[in-house]
């Protein structure tokens, strides 16, 4: 595999690997290429998924092997297109005179863990107070939605939050309504919308679905197999891939982490869980953070309204 | 009135806060009233629509894509807006080193990868590097074509060696054309596949028994060339050798073809002995070699290239091929020279192809014995001719000059050409030569002398540069244009002996 005279390959030790990267890797050796490489995630094409070989910090992915440490990926000299090999215990990039051995990596789950259920006023009271946690975060993408649903109002030239809340309005009278598939058509104008790698519309869904999940909505399978299905082609293939993830309820680790503080987790954890979130990202965390709250405290009442109010004059008026 | 313009930039990822400080930057750029940048999802798409920046957006950008659009009050300022965001891209691309950019594998070992599949590597490397680059070739398993240079001997005995012990084919040094289950290699011809599998130590050679096979109506299986050294001494035929086992056993090739300069006496032998093993009948061209002693190995000899193509073809189809002309040479020569001064006994063979030139030199030795040497034959694509400039066969720069200078030679009567076309070759290589044929001629019409001016063209007609074309160019040129190098090379020595004895009977 590799040239002769040519350094020996690097080798990276894989700690954790998704159950659902695992079963693929299980199918035998296939050819990928990488996708997109950035500092601390690099994403592989495999066939018509996506799978990320990231640092520690980044966690447990559905699609991903997860490795000790911090290295810099992106001054491991792999590039965009290049060649990978992909086999059962290990990815190669020989190109770039890369091995990931994922031969020793723990099988990591990302099916929602199993949370208490909580009544439905606990809930609201949880999510006012992750709210009022998450109200400084950032201004761009859905972050001034955040302090919107505090209390605050809508901070002028908040033109996606305007655009996106009263969308989100009906996807939650639909989902009060038991009409998942109606929900889903809702939902899609929010599939690839906004800036960056992962669109907001995108993370907001993720957290939406991935809200619904972990309060066993009755809806969130039937909404989220349909969002993911539908989200094909028309977002980016890093956030199609997370979609696809959410659409089979599989979250990563970090959302999971996010989910389970805003349901259970003591203030002091609440706090770093919802800073750490609201860091992901340029707006990321926020947009993640706006579905998940909206999902988890989706029986308040006067949300729809609520998110109607936001709406740009425009639409507001339609 | 305002103008929308958009730029797309494939697979482009950037995170929000650097569109907004890039979007920021282009507003703040006279003459931009807006501008937008998001990934070309259809819903980001649907807002640029709304927000009148979509018009005119190229429809196949994509999620992946990010799109810029301007709103500005003219196109000049449009348009820097759009290369203002182009440059700032391309800075935060630099930045981070690892995205953004297509992968263009460099080395052998990341072309490998990048096709694992792949069996033969064609290199073209600098003399000094290409030995090192052909052994990783051939450690992976891959058969070489070597279009590289100045290696050495020694480098090319060792390359060869390795290549036999693996089982594999090292096509060069210096190797320009190849023909391998019908992918042309270096300069090669768009040849009819069929039976006749040829193994050259000879570029131009192989290409013109190509063509002329394809002439005669029969096809191609395979195309090896070895390099012109590799039936030298030291290299002992290695390639020769392995190629002529390997169209033996090859059960698309009925006919075999060998063609190179004389080898070296005890190369020719092991060649033979193998030619003679073959159970094919194997077809011989060495140019000016011993016809006798290939036909006592039972092969058949061919002085000229088009006679091996002829014989092939022959071989091949079980049938006699269709004539490429009359050969009404004697004729053609007598009313050409005509117009030639008495003095005007030279001919001036300028060629691109090394092969072509020597087999020139054959024919009118055969032709004229030891005043041959009278004539001057140049392989203009010859090292000394080609430091640091390209090939004639790409470049006719060269060759034009010293076709204005042979005009305004008064010894010389006939301009001998050769025309080579295929992949790799300039794209109208008669063409280019026309303005100087014209300046030779007008020269030495000025000066109260004549200028013939032989060609043929070495090409088919699925040659990308259009054969017909070629010829017809040349002939409004006013050039005797024949079918093959060997034909012109004997018209140009029956011209010349024709001056030559006008001027013997004048004294």
């Not at chain 1, 609201?124 to 400084?136: F, G, N, P, Q």
């Not at chain 2, 694992?116 to 398993?141: F, H, M, Q």
């Amino acid at each position: 595999m590799w040239a002769d005279g040519a350094r020996p390959p690097r080798r990276l030790r894989a700690t954790r690997i998704g159950i659902p990267l695992y079963d693929a890797l299980a199918d035998g050796v296939s050819r990928a290429r990488v996708e997109s490489v950035h500092r601390s995630a690099i994403n592989l094409r495999i066939g018509a998924s996506l799978a990320t070989v990231a640092c520690e910090s980044v966690g447990g992915l559905p699609m991903g092997l997860q490795l000790a440490g911090e290295p810099a990926l992106d001054r491991l000299g792999v590039k965009r297109g290049m060649p990978v090999l992909v086999g059962e215990s290990e990815i190669a990039i020989p190109a770039a005179g890369l091995i990931v051995a994922a031969n020793r990596g723990v099988l990591w789950s990302p099916i929602m863990p199993d949370l208490p259920s909580l009544p439905a006023e606990l809930r609201s009271l949880r999510v006012a107070v992750a709210l009022r946690m998450a109200s400084d975060g950032p201004s761009i993408g859905l972050g001034p939605l955040l302090s919107a649903l505090a209390g605050r109002p809508l901070a002028p030239g908040s033109a996606l939050a305007a655009r996106v809340a009263p969308v989100l309005a009906d996807l939650v009278e639909s989902l009060g309504a038991g009409d998942a598939a109606l929900a889903a058509h809702e939902a899609h104008p929010l599939v690839g919308l906004g800036p960056g790698a992962t669109p907001s519309g995108d993370d907001l869904l993720v957290g939406l679905l991935a809200g619904l999940a972990a309060t066993r909505h009755p809806e969130a399978a039937a909404l989220a197999s349909r969002i993911g299905r539908r989200a094909a082609g028309r977002t980016t293939a890093l956030s199609e891939q997370f979609l696809a993830d959410a659409g089979s309820l599989r979250f990563s680790e970090r959302v999971q982490r996010t989910t389970t503080a805003v349901l259970v987790g003591g203030a002091h954890e609440l706090r770093t869980v919802i800073g750490a979130t609201l860091a992901w990202g340029a707006s990321s965390g926020a947009d993640l953070l706006a579905g998940l709250l909206v999902a988890i405290g989706i029986d308040r009442p006067g949300l729809a309204a609520t998110l109607r109010s936001l709406a740009a004059p425009a639409e507001a008026a339609a | 009135m305002n103008v929308v313009q958009q730029r797309v930039f494939r697979n482009a990822y950037r995170d929000s806060v650097e569109l907004m400080r890039i979007a920021a930057e282009i507003e703040r750029l006279p003459g931009i009233s807006r501008a937008g940048l998001v990934m070309a999802t259809p819903a980001n798409l649907a807002i640029l629509r709304e927000a009148g920046l979509a018009d005119g957006l190229d429809p196949t950008a994509g999620p992946n894509d990010m799109v810029v659009a301007v709103l500005a009050a003219e196109e000049g300022a449009a348009g820097a807006g759009l290369d203002r965001a182009a440059s700032l891209m391309r800075a935060a691309e630099a930045e981070a080193p690892g995205d953004g950019r297509r992968f263009e594998p460099t080395t052998l070992s990341e072309s490998a990868a990048d096709l694992p599949a792949a069996n033969l590597a064609l290199i073209s490397t600098p003399g000094p590097y290409a030995t090192a680059e052909a052994l990783k070739a051939l450690k992976r398993g891959m058969h070489v074509f070597l279009f590289s240079d100045n290696v050495p001997i020694e480098d090319e005995v060792e390359l060869k060696e390795m290549g036999r012990r693996k089982g594999l084919l090292v096509m060069g040094p210096d190797c320009g054309t190849a023909i391998v289950d019908g992918v042309p290699l270096g300069f090669a011809n768009a040849v009819r596949r069929g039976t006749i599998g040829l193994v050259g130590a000879s570029g131009t050679g192989l290409q013109q028994v190509t063509c002329l096979i394809d002439a005669f109506g029969a096809g191609v299986s395979q195309a090896i060339g070895v390099g012109g050294r590799d039936l030298h001494e030291e290299v002992g035929g290695a390639m020769m050798l392995a190629g002529l086992e390997r169209l033996s056993a090859d059960g698309g090739t009925t006919v075999v073809v060998l063609i190179s300069k004389p080898p070296a006496p005890s190369v020719a032998t092991k060649v033979l002995q193998a030619a003679a093993a073959s159970a094919k009948p194997v077809v011989v061209n060495f140019l000016g070699g011993d016809a006798d002693a290939i036909r006592a190995a039972g092969a058949h000899p061919a002085t000229t290239f088009e006679e091996a193509a002829l014989v092939a073809a022959r071989l091949a189809l079980g049938a006699e091929p269709p004539s490429l002309g009359d050969g009404n040479e004697e004729a053609i020569a007598v009313t050409a020279s005509a117009g030639l001064a008495a003095g005007q006994t030279r001919i001036a063979g300028l060629y691109s192809g090394g092969s072509l030139a020597s087999e020139a030199g054959v024919v009118l030795k055969g032709m004229l014995g030891s005043a041959a040497a009278e004539h001057q034959i140049l392989d203009l694509g010859d090292d000394e001719y080609t430091v640091g400039r390209p090939h004639p066969m790409i470049d006719p720069r060269l060759r034009s000059e010293k076709i204005e200078e042979a005009g305004r030679d008064p010894g010389v009567g006939v301009l001998l050409l050769d025309i080579v076309l295929g992949y790799a070759s300039h794209p109208d290589p008669a063409g280019a030569l026309v303005p100087a044929i014209e300046a030779a001629t007008i020269s030495a019409e000025t000066n109260g002398r004549g200028l013939v001016v032989v060609a043929s063209v070495c090409g088919t007609r699925a040659d990308p540069q259009g054969f017909d074309r070629q010829r017809a160019v040349l002939i409004d040129a006013g050039a005797l244009v024949v079918p093959s190098n060997a034909r012109a090379a004997r018209l140009a020595g029956l011209i010349a002996r024709q001056v030559a004895a006008r001027g013997a009977t004048a004294r």
